[in-house]
Every structure is written in structure tokens, then in C-alpha cells.
């Protein structure tokens, strides 16, 4: 069970304005098993938005320079494999993420 979290700088945009995709490689990648609300590492100064997917587990994740989340707060991340994109504001951002299995 654990969440990965890629940290992006730029969106692709097809010609036709139909498909946007982040632009890879990823600025940094994060794979983290939380067992309690536990916190990432500090993104890059460089990253805009990050996409995060759960494997195996649904977690509930919280952004923050300081992020604690609980079982009843913050977003719900599903084991999909299918990134959720959100948006970010530089290094001092985190994500703290608890399991919810």
C-alpha cells in the first residue's frame, strides 16, 4: 500500500486545444507507505501541480506547510491507479496522508 506522488512544472497541450497531459519527465517522483498522518518531503520550488495515485489502499490526503489529516478531513484519494491532479504552491507544500483501509 503506498502513494505516489509526481510533481510537475508544465501541461502538454495538443494542437488542437483537445488533450492535456503533464509534461515528463516529472521534475520529482515520491512513493510513500503512511501509516499514521504522515508527510511528504517539500516539493521542488519549480512545481506547479502534482498528480497523485493510490495502489492498493484508499487514503485521505491534506495539503499544507505543516499538513496533519485525518480519517474524516482532507481529499480522498481511491486505489485506482488513476492520477488526481491538484494544483501547488512551491517547496513549502506537503501532503500528509493516512490510510483509510
Not at 509526481?6 to 509534461?23: H, I, K, L, R, S
Not at 493510490?54 to 495539503?63: P, W
Not at 506547510?65 to 512551491?90: C, E, H, I, K, Y
Given at each position: 500500500?503506498?502513494?505516489?506522488?509526481?510533481?510537475?512544472?508544465?501541461?502538454?497541450?495538443?494542437?488542437?486545444?483537445?488533450?492535456?497531459a503533464?509534461?515528463?519527465?516529472?521534475?520529482?517522483?515520491?512513493?510513500?507507505?503512511?501509516?499514521?498522518?504522515?508527510?511528504?518531503?517539500?516539493?521542488?520550488?519549480?512545481?506547479?501541480?502534482?498528480?497523485?495515485?493510490?495502489?492498493?489502499?484508499?487514503?485521505?490526503?491534506?495539503?499544507?506547510?505543516?499538513?496533519?489529516?485525518?480519517?474524516?478531513?482532507?481529499?480522498?484519494?481511491?486505489p485506482?491507479?488513476?492520477?488526481?491532479?491538484?494544483?501547488?504552491?512551491?517547496?513549502?507544500?506537503?501532503?500528509?496522508?493516512?490510510?483509510?483501509?
Amino acid at each position: 500500500m503506498s502513494l505516489l506522488i509526481a510533481e510537475y512544472a508544465n501541461w502538454v497541450v495538443a494542437p488542437n486545444g483537445a488533450v492535456m497531459a503533464p509534461m515528463e519527465p516529472a521534475i520529482a517522483v515520491q512513493t510513500f507507505t503512511p501509516t499514521a498522518s504522515t508527510s511528504t518531503a517539500p516539493f521542488n520550488v519549480a512545481t506547479k501541480f502534482v498528480a497523485v495515485m493510490a495502489d492498493s489502499a484508499a487514503y485521505r490526503i491534506l495539503f499544507g506547510t505543516d499538513p496533519v489529516v485525518s480519517a474524516s478531513t482532507g481529499w480522498r484519494v481511491a486505489p485506482t491507479m488513476q492520477p488526481q491532479f491538484f494544483g501547488v504552491s512551491g517547496s513549502a507544500t506537503r501532503i500528509a496522508a493516512i490510510s483509510t483501509a
